[in-house]
C-alpha cells in the first residue's frame, strides 16, 4: 500500500499540473460530478399511508442532477442496515433536491423517521438519466406508483426545451390514496390521467392498459415514451412501443449495493451484454433490455 502511495506521488510530481489526476468527484464523463455530502433534512412530510417526500438541502447534488438521476442514501447512522438505499431524485431546485420514497423495510422505515435538522450522509447525482428528445411531436410520460418519481423532472425539461409538443401524463396506482404527483404534473400545464386498479377514480384498470387504449388513435410516428413503474408494467409499455415504433425509455427499479457499477449487484441482460442498472442506467432504452430475464 505504502509503495502504491509512493508511485502516486512520484506520477504526480513528474506531471504537467493540468494533466493531474483528477479530482475524486469526476467518476464517468457519462455522469459528469457525483459528490459525498450531508445533506441537511428540510422536510419529511407523509403524503399516504406509506409514501413520503423528504426534502434535503443538497447544493452539489441539486446543481448536477438531471432527469432520471438518484441518491444513494445511509438511512441510519452506523452501519445497520449496511448498505445505502437508492432514490430517484424527484425536483432539484435552488440548492435543493426532493426525493419521493415508499416505506418497504429497516432502510426506509429509518429514513420516515428523520426530522427537520438531521442529516443524511448522501451520494449522487449518480446513473444515467433520461436523453429528453424536444423534436417529437407527442410525449407520454407514464408512471406506476412510486415510479412517478423521476418523471416529474422529465416533464419539468419538456416544458423547458420543448417546441409546443402535445404531452399527456398518464399515472397508475392501485387507489386514489396512493395516486402521487397529479397536482405537480398540472402545475406544468400538462394533461395528466388517472388510472386505479380499483376504479376509485379515472379509469379501471392497470396505467398499461390505459396507455394501449390512448395510442389506438395515435397516427403520428413522431413519439417519445418516457415511463418508470413496476416491472410488468415497463415490460408491456415496451412492447406497445416496439410494436409501434415509438422512442421508448424506461427507468428500472432495482435492489443495489454499491451504487457506482463495482459490485455488480444490480446486473441484469440486455441486447449488448450484462447491464448495471446503477452506472449504464437506471434508464434505458426499451428495446435494449432482455425482458424475458427479468422478475416479474
Known amino acids: 500500500m505504502e509503495a502504491e502511495r509512493g508511485l502516486v506521488r512520484k506520477r504526480n510530481a513528474n506531471t504537467h499540473p493540468k494533466r493531474c489526476v483528477r479530482p475524486a468527484q469526476q467518476v464517468s464523463e457519462r455522469i459528469g460530478y457525483m459528490y459525498q455530502v450531508k445533506a441537511k433534512v428540510l422536510s419529511n412530510e407523509k403524503l399516504s399511508e406509506a409514501h413520503y417526500r423528504i426534502k434535503l438541502e443538497a447544493s452539489q447534488i441539486a446543481k448536477a442532477a438531471r432527469a432520471g438521476q438518484f441518491v444513494h442514501i445511509r438511512c441510519g447512522p452506523g452501519y445497520d442496515p449496511l448498505l445505502r438505499r437508492p432514490f430517484s431524485i424527484h425536483k432539484s431546485r435552488q440548492g435543493r433536491i426532493d426525493v419521493l420514497y415508499q416505506v418497504v423495510g429497516k432502510g426506509t422505515g429509518l429514513l420516515s423517521q428523520k ?6 450522509d448522501s451520494l449522487g447525482p449518480l446513473g444515467k438519466g433520461f436523453e429528453i428528445e424536444p423534436a417529437f411531436k ?39 390514496e396512493l395516486i402521487l404527483g397529479k397536482d405537480e404534473f398540472e402545475r406544468l400545464g ?9 376504479g376509485s377514480t379515472g379509469y379501471r384498470g392497470l396505467v398499461s392498459n390505459l396507455f394501449q387504449e390512448f395510442i389506438l388513435s395515435q397516427t403520428s410516428l413522431s413519439v417519445a415514451v418516457y415511463s418508470c413503474g413496476p416491472v410488468s408494467m415497463l415490460r408491456k409499455i415496451a412492447e406497445l412501443s416496439r410494436h409501434r415504433g415509438f422512442f421508448c425509455q424506461v427507468s428500472l427499479e432495482q435492489k443495489m449495493g454499491c451504487g457506482l457499477g463495482a459490485c455488480l449487484g444490480c446486473v441484469i441482460r440486455g441486447r449488448s451484454g450484462y447491464l448495471r442498472v446503477c452506472k449504464e442506467g437506471p434508464v434505458f432504452d426499451a428495446k435494449e433490455i432482455l425482458w424475458d430475464n427479468l422478475g416479474l
Open 138 to 176: 407527442k410525449i407520454f410520460i407514464v408512471g406506476g406508483g412510486i415510479g412517478v418519481a423521476p418523471l416529474y423532472m422529465v416533464a419539468q425539461e419538456i416544458t423547458r426545451v420543448g417546441q409546443g409538443q402535445d404531452v399527456t401524463v398518464l399515472l397508475g396506482a392501485k387507489n386514489k
Open 190 to 198: 400538462l394533461e395528466v390521467t388517472i388510472a386505479t386498479e380499483d
Open 115 to 120: 426530522r427537520r435538522g438531521d442529516q443524511l
